[in-house]
């Protein structure tokens, strides 16, 4: 299958909106978790997350769409404006048919949803509103942004847990070699921070409860880890093929050359303690990519902060690399804004880009101890290095594994 060039990057995170100043926190090393202030979350075992503050300073939708719409949807549209404009793309002048949306979610808008069954059962049927049957689900923000731009192609939503946007962008890749399209808009977005949600959340058995302590409580594949740390936001890309990109004259951030998927089978929650069918994810991208282990520059980790689910993940790793995991810059950026579930394998992969773009490998926050040595973990702060093809890791529930493998563009 040939490569996919990433031609604009739409980021909407508790560390920044806009990729300028989301990888110059992402570079400092700055932690956005915080205790969560947009209702009284006091009670919940876990209540703490990477939010996103004041949202519409950074929009320009209308407030009467904006009554219509949660706050999940909201960042889609944001972030595929950004990536738009990134990429110098007027969707007024593509045709429209030709255009695809593929998306990535996991839980849903549940701010709307639980704003609207409140007032159903303190009002009736009359106090709910008409927007409530297609404001919540995971596919609203795909239908919201192909309603918005007019978009018309063949289009999907994803819904495999954390999992979910990696998995979109995979299958967007394969999408536009067949040549069904021209363009895709394509990743993932979240936003767990709501009352519900959250307990939905804190029932997922893998938060951290290290509430006193915020910015030192997501602590991937440290001794002292607890859990992960829920965070919202959105990353979108602009996808195309190489022969547009060359003929319209743009220039590939970075290119989509492998991707694979493969589930343990061995648990309806939890993942297999061996880390074999991740391994073979793995190889299975670096095959699809014609790359082998030696190309690697470096690996973005899903770290979800448990043991089982961090240990297989490094034995994966060593599996496939051998010796040279000892080499290869690994890092979890994300422990600086929390995990963003369904979003996040969008989000990794976006951070990654900019990564290359930089010769920079972020740092893992809070890896003060490895609980399992033999990687070449990037803590406390960004390293220098120079990364021409990279890996990116999303899992999920039930053993999921998704990998793909992105290319840095052209200069």
């Known amino acids: 299958m040939d490569k996919i060039a990433i031609t604009g990057l739409g980021i909407v995170s508790p560390s920044g909106i806009d990729k300028r100043q989301f990888w110059a926190n992402i570079k400092a090393g700055r932690s956005f978790i915080k205790e969560i202030t947009r209702f009284d979350a006091s009670k919940y075992p876990a209540h703490i997350a990477g939010q996103i503050d004041e949202l519409n300073k950074y929009s320009n939708i209308s ?20 990536a738009l404009k990134d990429a110098g793309i007027d969707i007024k002048n593509e045709d429209p048919n030709l255009v695809g949306i593929f ?99 804190n029932t997922y058995g893998s938060l951290s409860k290290n509430n006193a302590h915020p910015q030192n409580a997501y602590r991937p594949f440290d001794k002292r880890r607890d859990g992960c740390v829920i965070g919202e936001g959105a990353g979108i890309v602009v996808l195309e093929g190489v022969a547009r990109v060359n003929k319209r004259g743009a220039k590939p951030l970075a290119y989509i050359s492998g991707y694979a998927a493969t589930c343990d089978g061995a648990d309806r929650i939890n993942c297999s303690s061996d880390g074999k069918e991740l391994a073979r994810a ?55 804004f ?47 290095y120079k990364i021409n093809k990279a890996l990116v890791i999303s899992r999920g529930r039930g053993g999921i594994n998704s990998v793909l493998l992105v290319e840095k563009g052209e200069k």
């Open 282 to 336: 793995i190889k299975l991208a670096l095959s699809d990519a014609r790359a082998n282990i030696d190309e690697i520059d470096y690996i973005s980790l899903d770290g979800l902060a448990t043991d089982l689910w961090d240990d297989s993940e490094v034995k994966a790793i060593k599996s496939v690399f051998g010796a040279r995991a000892r080499e290869i810059p690994v890092s979890c950026p994300k422990s600086m």
């Open 103 to 201: 998306l990535g979610n996991a839980i849903g808008g549940w701010l709307y949803a639980e704003t609207e069954l409140r007032d159903l059962y303190l009002e009736g049927r009359e106090g709910v509103s008409p927007y409530m049957a297609s404001a919540w689900f995971p596919a609203a923000p795909q239908g919201q942004v192909s309603i918005y731009y007019g978009i018309k192609g063949f289009s999907k939503t994803v819904v495999a847990d954390r999992a979910s946007s990696l998995m979109a962008l995979g299958y967007a890749r394969k999408v536009l070699n067949k040549n069904k399209l021209n363009l895709i808009l394509s990743g993932g977005m979240e936003a767990p921070v709501t009352p519900y949600a959250l307990l939905c959340c």
């Open 338 to 384: 929390g995990n963003l579930l369904g979003a996040s394998g969008a989000v990794d992969m976006i951070t990654t880009i900019l990564a290359m773009e930089h010769s920079l490998a972020p740092a893992t926050l809070n890896l003060d101890e490895p609980a399992a040595a033999g990687l070449n973990y990037i803590t406390k702060e960004a390293k220098e």
């Open 63 to 82: 407030e009467r769409l904006l009554k219509k719409i949660d706050a999940f949807s909201h960042m889609a549209l944001i972030a595929s404006e950004l």
